[in-house]
């Protein structure tokens, strides 16, 4: 019978504990949070939306009563918060902890750190834009200058440039190809040479796809039977445009150019 009263008033004992470790963590966490700077944000925060609901009923209600309905809200809205972040903390940290966190911000380097941290975080957000705003133009830059983005882009303006006589640079030499386009025919030709025509059929305001139809050389026009090629327009220039070009059959291999404006195309090709 004395062991059972013994376990008995050992659990009640122990029980009262707890409960007398939970009040003290969460006075302990209180305090934290009035020490560290967070009481003034949420009346911060909590002003705030007071002086908005002011502004709306203005008319209605009296200075006085907001100053009296601002103490009432302050005091239930910053209770309700603690009862929502007192658990956060108590879920992460043991009072051992918070004690110790406690000592820091009490210290002339902890007081230090919370009159300075607003300041920090402020004069952070402002550089935080700043590079936000650069990073965005970066990415923004990077996307524009993939092929991808450039193989499926579709700017205004490439009806103006589906018919015309252009001069686009070779790649890796000072030559110059002449394209000769109009309707569903394309005809290329090299430092005055015809090198081959095209039939051209548009798949979308600014992409077309070529055949071959004829090659002057005979190797050359063998090769190029074996493929269609795909030319995206990414760019409508003042003189011309740009380009993108691949093979259909090959997904990495694409060309980019410039097609400089030097005429309208022949009447017959």
């Given amino acids: 019978m004395k062991t059972l009263l013994s376990i008995i008033i050992f659990l009640f004992s122990f029980g009262n504990l707890q409960s007398q470790h939970q009040d003290n ?118 996307i524009l200058a993939s092929d991808e983005y450039k193989m499926n882009s579709e700017p205004l303006g490439c009806d103006k440039v589906k018919n015309g006589k252009w001069k686009i640079k070779m790649p890796g030499s000072d030559l110059h190809a002449i394209v000769n386009r109009k309707e569903d025919r394309q005809m290329e030709s090299l430092d005055g040479s015809d090198i081959c025509s095209f039939k051209v059929e548009w798949l979308s305001p600014c992409t077309y796809s070529m055949t071959v139809i004829k090659c002057e050389d005979d190797t050359i026009e063998k090769e190029m039977k074996k493929h269609v090629l795909i030319t995206n327009i990414y760019e409508v220039t003042e003189n011309g445009y740009k380009f993108i070009t691949k093979f259909e059959d090959e997904e990495n291999d694409m060309m980019k150019g410039e097609a400089i404006n030097v005429g309208k195309s022949n009447s017959k090709m």
């Fill in 25 to 142: 963590m969460e006075q302990r966490v209180i305090h934290l949070l009035d020490i560290s700077g967070s009481k003034e944000s949420f009346d911060v925060v909590l002003n705030q939306m007071i002086d908005l609901q002011k502004e709306i009923y203005t008319d209605e209600l009296s200075d006085e009563f907001f100053r009296t309905f601002r103490e009432e809200v302050i005091s239930m809205g910053r209770e309700d918060l603690y009862k929502l972040i007192i658990p956060i903390y108590v879920k992460h940290f043991t009072l051992e902890e918070i004690e110790g966190i406690i000592a820091f911000q009490e210290s002339e380097i902890g007081k230090k750190m919370t009159e300075k941290m607003p300041i920090i975080l402020n004069e952070s957000m402002q550089k935080g834009a700043i590079w936000g705003e650069e990073l965005g133009e970066k990415i923004a830059d990077k």
